[in-house]
Structures are given as structure tokens and as C-alpha cells.
């Protein structure tokens, strides 16, 4: 083999693993997190419903205090559907917006203290990290961080209890 063809053969293999590494999955971010999970399938609706899939899909880092399914089934009957109307949407955006905060807060960030943060839509969460018996668990807004530090790329995901009412 000449210089020429070894020199192709290597260029052409820089370009396999260019294109190979072009067609990576990137890591999922908060908004393929929560659509994997079945115990989100309510707030990845409303978020669809809202438009906030690109912002959600955003750089961040975003920290998301994520109601499940059985959050927003505890909410009058009719709520739900109401709000994912499509002439609901401000208020819907007013809500879920109300649930995310810029930048990213873990458990280990807030355990032993009591903090409040500004949300996104410009309110403030009392979050607690001082309840427990021992201390151990976080609340928000009296909700209950039930499953926290769901890591996605741009951000936190905590699962809470509560729909949280702004």
C-alpha cells in the first residue's frame, strides 16, 4: 500500500468516526427524562400543552419540582383537563413555570437548611430541608420531594407530591 491510499484509508476512517460520533443519542435533557417515566406523562402533557417543550429542552441548568400523576389527580376533578384547554394556556404556563427554578439545586444542596427561591415565572418556593425526624427529607411549599436528584443534562428533576399553586 502506498502513502496516498494509507493516508485515504485514515482520512476516510476520520470521517467514520466524525459522522459516528455526529449520530450519538445526546444525554436527555429534563424533557426526555420526564417523558421516559410514566409517573410523568400528566406534567409532559401539560408542558406540550403550554409550549414550554423547546425552553424545557434549553441549555439551563434548570432545576424542576415535577408533580406525578397522582399530584395532579389529587386536584378537583375537571382541574386538569380545564387547564390543558387551549384558551388556559397563560394560566397553565403561570403554573408550571411557578414549579421551575434557574439553575440547578440538589437534595445535598438544601438538606439541613431552609431556603427560598425565585421561580421562573417570578414567585418564590419556601424550600424546606430541615423536616423529618432527623432532618431528612425536603418539602416545597409543604409538598413533598418524594423522589429527588432525577439528573438530566440541563438540570435536576424532583418528583413531588403537591401540584404547587402559585
Known amino acids: 500500500m502506498d502513502r496516498r491510499s494509507t493516508l485515504k484509508l485514515i482520512g476516510g476512517g476520520a470521517a467514520l468516526v466524525t459522522l459516528a460520533a455526529c449520530a450519538q443519542p445526546q444525554d436527555p435533557d429534563i424533557v426526555d427524562v420526564a417523558a421516559g417515566d410514566p409517573n410523568f406523562s400528566t ?15 434549553g441549555p439551563g441548568p434548570f432545576t ?4 406525578t400523576n397522582d399530584a395532579f389527580a389529587a386536584l378537583p376533578p375537571g382541574t386538569v383537563d380545564s387547564l390543558l384547554l387551549p384558551e388556559n394556556q397563560a394560566q397553565l404556563i403561570d403554573i408550571l413555570t411557578y414549579h421551575v427554578v434557574p439553575g440547578q439545586i440538589t437534595a445535598g444542596d438544601v438538606l439541613g437548611t431552609r431556603q427560598n427561591v425565585t421561580t421562573v415565572q417570578g414567585g418564590t ?29 440541563n438540570g435536576v428533576i424532583h418528583a413531588i407530591d403537591q401540584v404547587l399553586l402559585p
Do not use: R
Request: aromatic share 6%; net charge negative.
Open 43 to 57: 406534567l409532559v402533557a401539560a408542558v406540550q400543552a403550554a409550549g414550554l417543550v423547546d425552553t424545557l429542552k
Open 125 to 153: 418556593l419556601d424550600v424546606n430541608g430541615i423536616v423529618g425526624k432527623f432532618g431528612s427529607g425536603v418539602t416545597v411549599n409543604g409538598a413533598n420531594v418524594i423522589q429527588p436528584d432525577i439528573f438530566a443534562s
Open 64 to 67: 424542576v419540582f415535577a408533580p
